[in-house]
């Protein structure tokens, strides 16, 4: 029964070591593991677009390049709709900041 004990605590061991050398190297890998993640996500996203495209008889190229451009599109109208509104809070800083400043003010007495 004593030998049992040693055996189980390098098993242990050897599992944290473990642990962390695959955390350790997805660490690394994250520079190329993110991109190809995402671009994963988009294939599975963009892919039945493209079918039905090709489905009403468009080539696949046609196909791939109108929906890539209609996604680069929607991500730039988003984008900028994003940039906007932080650009409106931005310049709206000095009025919360005044705003805040007088209710902590009325708070406090």
Known sequence: MARTVPAKDISNLLA????VVVITGLYFARVILVPLALAVLFTFLLTPLVSALEHIRLPRFIAV?????LSFAAFGVI???VANQVIDVTNQLPAYRTNIKSKI???TR
């Open 105 to 107: 003010v009325r708070r």
């Open 79 to 81: 984008g900028w709709g």
């Open 65 to 69: 390049f109108v929906v890539v451009t």
């Open 16 to 19: 944290l070591v473990a642990t």
